[in-house]
């Protein structure tokens, strides 16, 4: 901090009074590289081209808002932070959205993040084997939270499938099924965790506690 109010204060004498070796002086804090880090689903290139301004700008005056404002368009990034190289360089850290599952809305894909927000879908390799959830962002909030308080595990579920009686079926990588109630389906939930680890239930695929106090096995 002391550094850059140094910087500035001198550059306000230089400013104040004309003299080229001084403009020449004043130039060499103008932007010349950017360099981004911690970027693993933006390509680096794709992130430059919008920055593309800021070797314009003085190092010294840049305005971070102007860099939000660009990366708020972009959907993977959650946040991000400057570091200001003197005399030129500019250091941008990418913190991205960690996509969970894949939401199918009718014709049109969207990946769910960590933090339920909605993402743009694109291909991407990293995350093609990521679950499926065929309904709207709203419920699979809540049931995404309940599956988390119950330390479900969630690596087994391979989609989500939200019905018009507001309840749900979760398919596992196995083709398991589990069909839940409407209500109080954490109970359902936890049972399913405690029979799986059974080798007499393991024939088993289809677990049905749509009726209370009941268990349809399949």
């Not at 314009?56 to 102007?66: A, G, K, P, R, S």
Request: aromatic letters at 14%; a positive charge; zero cysteines.
């Amino acid at each position: 901090m002391k550094k850059r109010l140094l910087i500035a204060l001198v550059l306000l004498v230089l400013l104040s009074t004309y003299n080229p070796q001084n403009i020449s002086l004043i130039n060499k804090f103008t932007i010349k590289e950017i360099n981004i880090e911690n970027n693993f689903i933006l390509k680096e290139k794709i992130i430059k081209k919008k920055l593309e301004f800021l070797y314009e700008i003085n190092l010294i005056f840049l305005n971070t808002f102007d860099i939000e404002k660009i990366f708020n368009n972009i959907d993977f990034i959650e946040s991000f932070e400057i570091k200001k190289i003197y005399p030129n360089k500019v250091k941008i850290k990418i913190y991205e959205k960690t996509p969970i599952a894949i939401l199918q809305n009718k014709k049109e894909k969207f990946y769910i993040s960590d933090k339920i927000e909605l993402i743009n879908y694109i291909d991407l390799k990293n995350y093609k084997d990521l679950p499926f959830v065929f309904g709207n962002k709203e419920n699979f909030e809540i049931l995404y939270q309940d599956l988390k308080k119950i330390n479900f595990p969630l690596e087994l579920i391979a989609a989500y499938y939200f019905f018009d009686a507001k309840r749900w079926d979760l398919e596992t990588h196995n083709k398991t099924i589990i069909k839940l109630p409407s209500k109080n389906y954490t109970e359902s939930l936890n049972d399913f965790v405690n029979l799986r680890k059974k080798d007499n239930f393991a024939k088993y695929k289809i677990f049905d506690y749509r009726i209370n106090d009941q268990l349809i096995l399949k």
